[in-house]
Protein backbone atom coordinates (compact mmCIF):
# COMPACT_ATOMS: atom_id res chain seq x y z
CA UNK A 1 0.00 0.00 0.00
CA UNK A 2 1.04 3.46 -0.66
CA UNK A 3 1.68 6.14 1.69
CA UNK A 4 3.82 8.04 4.09
CA UNK A 5 5.92 6.26 7.03
CA UNK A 6 7.00 8.78 9.67
CA UNK A 7 9.49 7.54 12.50
CA UNK A 8 9.66 7.54 15.56
CA UNK A 9 6.69 7.95 16.25
CA UNK A 10 8.10 9.21 20.13
CA UNK A 11 11.31 11.20 20.44
CA UNK A 12 12.53 12.62 23.22
CA UNK A 13 15.78 15.26 23.28
CA UNK A 14 17.94 16.28 25.45
CA UNK A 15 18.92 20.15 25.66
CA UNK A 16 21.40 20.56 23.34
CA UNK A 17 21.14 18.03 21.24
CA UNK A 18 20.08 17.44 16.80
CA UNK A 19 17.58 15.33 16.82
CA UNK A 20 16.26 13.62 12.72
CA UNK A 21 13.07 12.92 11.82
CA UNK A 22 12.23 10.58 9.43
CA UNK A 23 9.57 11.11 6.56
CA UNK A 24 9.50 8.34 3.73
CA UNK A 25 6.80 8.04 0.90
CA UNK A 26 6.08 5.92 -2.26
CA UNK A 27 3.72 7.69 -3.42
CA UNK A 28 5.89 8.98 -5.96
CA UNK A 29 4.79 12.72 -4.91
CA UNK A 30 7.23 15.13 -6.21
CA UNK A 31 6.38 17.80 -3.21
CA UNK A 32 7.04 16.68 0.36
CA UNK A 33 6.54 18.96 3.40
CA UNK A 34 6.70 19.53 7.17
CA UNK A 35 4.53 20.82 9.24
CA UNK A 36 4.96 21.44 13.11
CA UNK A 37 1.54 21.08 15.43
CA UNK A 38 1.38 22.59 18.70
CA UNK A 39 -1.54 22.23 21.19
CA UNK A 40 -5.08 23.99 20.54
CA UNK A 41 -3.30 25.18 17.15
CA UNK A 42 -3.39 24.44 13.57
CA UNK A 43 -0.24 23.20 11.96
CA UNK A 44 2.42 25.60 10.38
CA UNK A 45 4.80 25.04 7.63
CA UNK A 46 8.51 24.16 8.52
CA UNK A 47 9.92 23.68 4.93
CA UNK A 48 8.96 22.43 1.86
CA UNK A 49 10.46 20.61 -1.08
CA UNK A 50 8.86 20.54 -4.75
CA UNK A 51 11.72 18.50 -6.16
CA UNK A 52 14.80 16.79 -5.36
CA UNK A 53 17.50 18.85 -4.18
CA UNK A 54 15.41 21.56 -3.67
CA UNK A 55 14.11 23.03 -0.60
CA UNK A 56 12.47 26.07 1.13
CA UNK A 57 11.71 27.78 4.36
CA UNK A 58 8.15 28.08 5.70
CA UNK A 59 6.50 30.24 8.39
CA UNK A 60 9.07 28.86 10.90
CA UNK A 61 12.18 27.35 9.38
CA UNK A 62 14.57 28.76 12.15
CA UNK A 63 16.30 25.91 14.52
CA UNK A 64 15.27 23.44 11.72
CA UNK A 65 17.40 21.96 8.70
CA UNK A 66 15.80 19.56 6.18
CA UNK A 67 17.57 18.12 2.84
CA UNK A 68 16.14 15.95 -0.20
CA UNK A 69 18.58 14.02 -1.59
CA UNK A 70 15.79 11.05 -3.03
CA UNK A 71 12.34 11.62 -4.12
CA UNK A 72 10.91 9.59 -1.06
CA UNK A 73 13.05 10.70 1.64
CA UNK A 74 12.73 14.05 3.43
CA UNK A 75 14.27 13.91 6.83
CA UNK A 76 14.12 16.65 9.25
CA UNK A 77 16.45 17.98 11.81
CA UNK A 78 16.07 19.62 14.95
CA UNK A 79 18.99 21.59 16.05
CA UNK A 80 19.59 23.06 19.65
CA UNK A 81 18.68 26.80 18.00
CA UNK A 82 15.35 25.70 18.40
CA UNK A 83 14.11 27.10 22.25
CA UNK A 84 10.99 25.38 22.04
CA UNK A 85 10.74 22.02 20.02
CA UNK A 86 8.58 20.19 21.63
CA UNK A 87 5.57 19.80 19.45
CA UNK A 88 3.68 17.31 17.44
CA UNK A 89 5.37 17.14 14.07
CA UNK A 90 3.83 15.87 10.58
CA UNK A 91 5.27 15.33 7.20
CA UNK A 92 3.52 15.45 4.20
CA UNK A 93 3.47 15.01 0.17
CA UNK A 94 1.24 16.07 -2.77
CA UNK A 95 1.10 16.07 -6.51
CA UNK A 96 -0.73 18.09 -8.53
CA UNK A 97 -3.79 16.17 -9.36
CA UNK A 98 -4.61 15.09 -5.69
CA UNK A 99 -4.27 16.98 -2.54
CA UNK A 100 -1.92 15.97 0.44
CA UNK A 101 -1.26 13.06 2.05
CA UNK A 102 0.26 13.06 5.60
CA UNK A 103 1.85 10.87 7.63
CA UNK A 104 1.07 9.82 11.10
CA UNK A 105 3.53 11.94 13.10
CA UNK A 106 6.07 12.12 15.45
CA UNK A 107 5.69 13.62 19.11
CA UNK A 108 9.36 15.17 20.08
CA UNK A 109 9.62 15.85 23.51
CA UNK A 110 12.44 17.76 25.25
CA UNK A 111 13.55 16.26 28.56
CA UNK B 1 -5.31 39.04 11.67
CA UNK B 2 -5.15 35.49 10.86
CA UNK B 3 -5.09 35.01 6.87
CA UNK B 4 -7.47 31.68 7.88
CA UNK B 5 -9.76 31.55 10.42
CA UNK B 6 -11.67 28.50 11.81
CA UNK B 7 -14.71 28.42 13.86
CA UNK B 8 -15.53 27.75 16.28
CA UNK B 9 -12.51 26.44 18.39
CA UNK B 10 -13.97 24.02 20.07
CA UNK B 11 -17.69 21.96 20.04
CA UNK B 12 -19.91 19.80 21.78
CA UNK B 13 -22.73 18.48 20.69
CA UNK B 14 -25.08 15.38 21.78
CA UNK B 15 -25.00 12.35 19.35
CA UNK B 16 -27.80 12.82 16.61
CA UNK B 17 -27.75 17.05 16.54
CA UNK B 18 -26.15 18.60 13.07
CA UNK B 19 -23.17 20.72 13.39
CA UNK B 20 -21.66 23.33 11.21
CA UNK B 21 -17.77 24.15 11.02
CA UNK B 22 -16.65 27.17 8.98
CA UNK B 23 -13.73 28.41 7.28
CA UNK B 24 -13.35 32.43 5.90
CA UNK B 25 -10.04 33.33 4.15
CA UNK B 26 -8.87 36.96 4.01
CA UNK B 27 -8.73 35.99 -0.21
CA UNK B 28 -9.45 33.63 -2.30
CA UNK B 29 -8.90 30.69 -2.13
CA UNK B 30 -7.17 28.44 -5.01
CA UNK B 31 -8.64 25.46 -3.08
CA UNK B 32 -10.03 24.17 0.13
CA UNK B 33 -9.39 21.02 1.74
CA UNK B 34 -10.93 19.31 4.64
CA UNK B 35 -8.92 16.81 7.27
CA UNK B 36 -9.92 15.02 10.13
CA UNK B 37 -7.38 14.46 13.02
CA UNK B 38 -8.06 12.39 16.19
CA UNK B 39 -5.33 13.19 18.75
CA UNK B 40 -1.77 12.79 18.45
CA UNK B 41 -2.60 11.08 14.79
CA UNK B 42 -1.70 12.37 11.18
CA UNK B 43 -4.41 14.00 9.28
CA UNK B 44 -7.47 12.13 7.39
CA UNK B 45 -8.29 13.93 4.32
CA UNK B 46 -12.37 14.61 3.83
CA UNK B 47 -12.89 16.39 0.82
CA UNK B 48 -11.14 19.21 -1.32
CA UNK B 49 -13.27 22.46 -2.72
CA UNK B 50 -11.84 24.32 -5.80
CA UNK B 51 -14.97 25.82 -8.01
CA UNK B 52 -17.25 28.81 -5.90
CA UNK B 53 -20.33 27.22 -5.16
CA UNK B 54 -19.27 23.43 -5.02
CA UNK B 55 -20.39 21.37 -3.01
CA UNK B 56 -19.73 17.65 -1.98
CA UNK B 57 -20.69 14.70 0.09
CA UNK B 58 -19.29 11.90 1.65
CA UNK B 59 -21.75 9.91 4.01
CA UNK B 60 -23.11 12.31 7.26
CA UNK B 61 -20.82 15.52 5.90
CA UNK B 62 -20.87 17.61 3.62
CA UNK B 63 -18.68 20.66 2.85
CA UNK B 64 -19.61 23.64 0.83
CA UNK B 65 -17.21 26.82 -1.03
CA UNK B 66 -19.28 29.94 -1.71
CA UNK B 67 -19.10 31.25 -4.96
CA UNK B 68 -16.91 33.95 -4.35
CA UNK B 69 -14.42 31.35 -2.76
CA UNK B 70 -13.97 32.81 0.17
CA UNK B 71 -15.36 30.43 2.95
CA UNK B 72 -16.71 27.14 3.14
CA UNK B 73 -18.04 25.19 6.00
CA UNK B 74 -18.52 21.63 6.45
CA UNK B 75 -21.58 20.45 7.95
CA UNK B 76 -22.34 17.19 10.01
CA UNK B 77 -25.43 15.19 10.09
CA UNK B 78 -26.85 12.96 12.64
CA UNK B 79 -23.62 13.19 14.58
CA UNK B 80 -21.89 9.95 16.00
CA UNK B 81 -19.54 9.51 18.62
CA UNK B 82 -17.36 8.49 15.65
CA UNK B 83 -17.09 12.33 14.21
CA UNK B 84 -15.12 13.27 17.26
CA UNK B 85 -11.80 14.43 17.02
CA UNK B 86 -10.12 17.64 15.71
CA UNK B 87 -11.90 19.24 12.22
CA UNK B 88 -9.20 21.55 10.13
CA UNK B 89 -9.56 23.44 7.01
CA UNK B 90 -6.25 23.86 4.78
CA UNK B 91 -6.20 26.70 1.92
CA UNK B 92 -4.56 26.59 -1.10
CA UNK B 93 -3.51 29.89 -2.14
CA UNK B 94 -1.89 28.77 -5.33
CA UNK B 95 1.63 29.12 -3.83
CA UNK B 96 3.68 26.26 -4.93
CA UNK B 97 0.98 24.35 -3.53
CA UNK B 98 1.71 24.82 0.36
CA UNK B 99 -1.33 24.68 2.40
CA UNK B 100 -2.45 27.17 5.05
CA UNK B 101 -4.22 25.60 7.92
CA UNK B 102 -6.65 26.96 10.24
CA UNK B 103 -6.63 26.68 14.22
CA UNK B 104 -9.54 23.58 14.22
CA UNK B 105 -12.38 22.83 15.74
CA UNK B 106 -12.40 20.14 18.39
CA UNK B 107 -15.65 18.40 18.17
CA UNK B 108 -17.03 16.26 20.93
CA UNK B 109 -20.07 13.79 20.51
CA UNK B 110 -21.68 13.06 23.72
CA UNK B 111 -23.38 9.96 23.86
Known amino acids: DGGITQSPKYLFRKEGQNVTLSCEQN?????MYWYRQDPGQGLRLIYYSQIVNDFQKGDIAEGYSVSREKKESFPLTVTSAQKNPTAFYLC??????????FGSGTRLTVV | SQELEQSPQSLIVQEGKNLTINCTSS?????LYWYKQKYGEGLIFLMMLQKGGEEKSHEKITAKLDEKKQQSSLHITASQPSHAGIYLC???????????FGSGTQLTVLP
Open chain 2, 90 to 100: GADYGSARQLT
Open chain 1, 27 to 31: LNHDA
Open chain 1, 92 to 101: ASSNQNYGYT
Open chain 2, 27 to 31: KTLYG
